[in-house]
């Protein structure tokens, strides 16, 4: 991964994919639901494979907020499940609105 993606916050949001995790568990969050999770997807890291260095994508948790009134041992690991799971498995979230792809707003 280039030094400017892990350094320049602006290079990061103009470089990389972001998306926001919607939780629409009404018994938790009530009845609109709750952002749960940043997700910066970072499409210019490179790794050394059998053909030689080929660039790939990973997707990164960002920040999430725990849930409240819970111990360590009752979260959900959302930020390991994010992290573990298949491009196919992302794109049903995303399809079914769990997972809100956007674009940061540009400076002025």
């Known amino acids: 991964m280039s030094d400017a993606t892990l350094s320049e ?5 103009t470089q990389n994919r972001w998306y926001l995790y919607h939780s629409r ?3 938790l969050y009530g009845p ?4 749960r999770a940043v997700i910066e997807e970072v499409c210019d890291e490179t790794v050394e494979g059998d053909g ?5 994508c990973r997707r990164a948790f960002v920040s999430a907020v725990d849930l409240r009134d819970t111990n360590a041992d009752q ?9 573990a799971m298949s491009d196919q ?4 979230l995303v399809d079914q609105g769990t997972i809100i ?7 002025c």
């Open 75 to 83: 979260w959900d690991k959302l930020d390991e499940a994010l992290e």
């Open 89 to 92: 498995q992302f794109s049903v």
């Open 101 to 107: 792809p956007f674009v940061p707003p540009r400076s």
């Open 9 to 13: 916050p602006h290079t990061r949001i």
């Open 32 to 35: 609109g639901g709750f952002v």
């Open 25 to 27: 568990d009404t018994a």
């Open 52 to 56: 030689g260095t080929i660039h790939v």
